[in-house]
């Protein structure tokens, strides 16, 4: 049978249509259940091909304007650009928003430069503090015998000791993930 929708299917597309969740559209048409029903009755209803064919049709001159062309864009700006009774300012902005719409100007580009590899930095600047602490010797040594004498020196903030070989080995050595 080739029924067409009635009244409370009606309203429901055209609230849908409008902007209104599934939920509220579904109260909203007039039918008398809880929210939670309502949310899994709408889902249904809006899965039906003639609601969603219809609900497709009351949205597309929503769409339509909203999606101008970009030669409708550029008329617009044409006649900004060329009404003498705008501000000068105004048309000369129109004129160059028209000339990068039709792609009189190369387009804004962001070069980023990443510099050398973290991984490789990191492997460098540990090859470095390695080499540095094994020309000075132990921490016991740096430190003029004193046990304590360099404990905020050879502790990082994650309480790994510099002076760690097997540490300074591992990050040499490290792979990258």
């Not at 309203?11 to 209104?20: H, K, P, T």
């Not at 929210?35 to 899965?47: D, G, H, I, N």
């Not at 101008?68 to 900004?80: C, F, G, N, P």
């Not at 600047?125 to 602490?133: D, F, G, M, P």
Request: proline letters at 5%; aromatic letters at 4%; a positive charge.
């Amino acid at each position: 049978m080739n029924r067409p929708l009635n009244v409370r299917q009606e309203r429901f597309c055209e609230f849908i249509a409008s902007g209104m969740s599934g939920t509220d559209a579904y109260i909203a048409a007039g039918y008398k259940v809880s929210a939670e029903v309502a949310a899994v009755k709408a889902c249904e209803l809006v899965r039906k091909g003639k609601v969603e064919t219809k609900i497709a049709t009351l949205r597309k001159p929503q769409t339509v304007k909203a999606l101008l062309t970009k030669d409708r864009h550029r008329e617009i700006l044409m006649k900004v650009a060329e009404d003498p009774n705008e501000k000068t300012q105004d048309r000369l902005r129109a004129i160059e928003i028209d000339a990068k719409l039709a792609g009189f100007f190369a387009p804004d580009q962001l070069t980023v430069d990443t510099g050398p590899n973290l991984l490789d930095e990191i492997r460098e600047r540990a090859n470095r503090v390695a080499s540095i602490l094994n020309r000075r010797g132990s921490p016991a040594e740096a430190g003029n015998g004193h046990p304590n004498a360099n404990a905020n020196r050879t502790s990082h903030a994650n309480g790994l000791s510099l002076w760690n070989p097997a540490i300074c080995a591992r990050i040499n050595g490290a792979q990258e993930v």
